[in-house]
């Protein structure tokens, strides 16, 4: 499984399940996010990078040089901020000012 949706944090925006190409990420009833077959997920990351809350993980694996890190993304105005949280609980944090992300 390349993804882990954490309902508690979802904040029902639905934008996973707009990105999502394989059409894997639903509501249940009360309109939060889960994947409905974590076995077929591409491991694409365009849910991890759309999901404004922290409410999804991405699992990055050995073979990804992460060695069971898991990185989620948050947005608060015109920042992004990437957190990469290693199995032990150090984090790594990247932040990304989307108004400086194009300049060239």
Do not use: H
Not at 19 to 45: H, M, S
Not at 79 to 84: D, E
């Amino acid at each position: 499984m390349s993804i882990v949706i954490n309902q508690e944090k979802c904040v029902k925006c639905r934008r996973c399940m707009e990105v999502c190409p394989g059409n894997l990420i639903k509501a249940d009833e009360t309109g939060r996010a889960y994947i409905r077959e974590p076995k077929d997920c591409w491991g694409c990351t365009s849910c991890v990078k759309e999901c404004r809350a922290e409410a999804i993980s991405f699992f990055l694996g050995a073979d990804m040089g992460g060695r069971g890190s898991r990185l989620t993304t948050r947005e608060e105005g015109d920042y992004r901020y990437w957190t990469i949280t290693s199995p032990g609980g150090q984090q790594k944090n990247i932040t990304i000012n989307k108004k400086d992300a194009n300049k060239y």
